[in-house]
């Protein structure tokens, strides 16, 4: 009898210690909670500008939303708006700043969500614009042919999408317009590239320029806006697929408070001059047309 009992006593120890592990084995592979200290929400944005700026505007964006909802986040800059795609997609990124082409391509191959539209000079849109120097001889579209060209990136709207459209538009093959195009980067890089002559003309949003006139006060004089695109979305914030409807919330919740105090709509202008956020996603049926039309493969991928 002592020895059953002996045997149960094994037993039973063996079951709870067996719990016991399952329950810690559990623990560890959920990890910390998104939004906690030991797994801070991760915010990337796109290369658009000055990475430095944009790094040290997400940095204090970042405090700011500490303050406002108690979550932890951990901000960076991409080096290209498909890397924000894809981060998206592999679970890597929880929140992105996305312009709209790179929007529509994420939530297409990856159901990323629309939190906000952002408005900048009290619009929730803006246009791209093609600049070439000044003192080029480079009058029309038409004079662009058989030139060297910059855009931003495949995934960039303002600065490949639609300058690319506005060409098909009046009855020119963007792909074989010009004799040689390069993807520079961002939208700062292309305006110094035809600022220093390295190519004949670029795409850029509007007003670019403004953004490098205290490093090159003449650059208003030196390079002229040729065209301008139509109207386009303005840049977007998401958030993956499969993070929690509650963060969600708070996120949104915490961004909104930022856009009403003036310490929290200054952060948001030093980072991509925003203005304000609203919430409409069909602001993106115009881009989606634009890529049907211009035969574009749902691939963020150059």
Known sequence: MAQGKSSASVALAWVVSLLGCLVWST???????????????????VPSGDSQVILKGGAELSRALLKETGLHFKTSVATSYAAVIEAMGGGKTDIGWLPPLSYVLAKQKHGVELLFVVVRFGS?????????????GIQTLGD????????????????????KSLLA??????????????FAGSHNAVLLSVLKGEVDGGATYDDVRATVVKSYPDVFKKVRVLAYTQDIPN???TVRKGLPPALIQRVKEGLRALTRSPEGSEILKKVYGVEGLVDLDGLFDPVRETSRLLGLEMNPDP
């Open 27 to 45: 623990a560890v592979a959920a990890g910390p909670e998104p939004g906690s200290p030991g797994r801070p929400l991760t915010m990337m944005f």
């Open 124 to 136: 929730p849109f803006y246009k791209g614009q093609i600049v070439v120097r000044a003192d080029s």
């Open 144 to 163: 662009l042919q058989g030139k060297t060209f910059a855009y931003v990136d495949p995934a960039s709207t303002s600065g490949h999408l639609y300058p």
């Open 169 to 182: 538009s009046q009855g020119y093959n963007p792909d074989r317009f010009f004799s040689r195009v390069v």
């Open 235 to 237: 840049n977007t914030v």
